[in-house]
């Protein structure tokens, strides 16, 4: 099987671009159909899909990211899933590293590259996460409103995806998990837009 591993913030272009790359680096190594499966950034640990995935992973399925990144919140957690799909038999491939991670790939230049990669991520997170804080104190300080406007729903922006999958007869459970949201927060925005979809 050829997974692709979706995780992202709540932007619908940030997934088209994921799953626009990693679409066009399938078909660029003739690795086949791929699966999807993505989840938010946000969503807590004890519940994230590529810990549900790497149950389902088998010896020979190529697991397609668009960075390193996208599998862990931190190095070491990093080190534990990729470990994991080691043991899985599974080949990660990750796009704008240009890197392939065979399983037996566990001598120390795989694992320095690895860690070298993904501390160059962590620390630009944390530097971006540093800007935002910034941003934020000062649209405070000149009495700005923060947040979503009132009776805006962060699935708005995502309309046209959710019109074309229902179209296609994509049930809501699988758009809610291709969008990283709850399958009640699909369901209730649904409901706001019935007199829309019934049209």
């Known amino acids: 099987?050829?997974?692709?591993?979706?995780?992202v913030s709540t932007g619908k272009q940030e997934l088209d671009n994921q799953r626009n790359a990693i679409l066009g680096y399938a078909n660029d190594h003739r690795l086949g159909?791929?699966?999807?499966?993505?989840?938010?950034?946000?969503?807590?640990?004890?519940?994230?899909?590529?810990?549900q995935l790497?149950?389902?992973?088998?010896q020979g399925d190529q697991l397609i990211i668009y960075e390193l990144s996208r599998l862990a919140r931190s190095m070491s957690e990093l080190e534990s899933i990729r470990v994991k799909i080691?043991?899985?038999?599974t080949t990660i491939h990750a796009?704008?590293?240009?890197?392939?991670?065979?399983?037996?790939?566990?001598?120390?230049?795989?694992?320095?590259?690895i860690f070298a990669l993904e501390l160059s991520a962590?620390?630009?997170?944390?530097?971006?996460?540093?800007?935002t804080k910034s941003a934020l104190q000062a649209r405070k300080a000149k009495g700005l409103t923060l947040g979503r406007p009132a009776g805006k729903s962060k699935l708005d922006e995502h309309r046209d995806t959710i019109i074309d999958y229902r179209s296609k007869g994509v049930n809501n459970s699988a758009i809610a998990k291709i969008l990283g949201c709850n399958?009640?927060?699909l369901t209730n925005w649904l409901n706001l837009h019935k007199e829309e979809f019934n049209a």
């Open 122 to 131: 962590q620390i630009e997170r944390q530097m971006i996460s540093d800007r």
């Open 33 to 51: 159909n791929v699966e999807f499966i993505g989840e938010t950034i946000s969503t807590g640990k004890r519940n994230r899909e590529i810990y």
């Open 54 to 58: 790497i149950n389902r992973l088998e």
């Open 1 to 7: 099987m050829i997974y692709g591993y979706l995780r």
């Open 86 to 89: 080691a043991e899985r038999g």
């Open 183 to 185: 399958r009640q927060t």
């Open 95 to 113: 796009i704008s590293q240009n890197l392939r991670i065979e399983p037996g790939g566990d001598d120390i230049t795989t694992k320095a590259l």
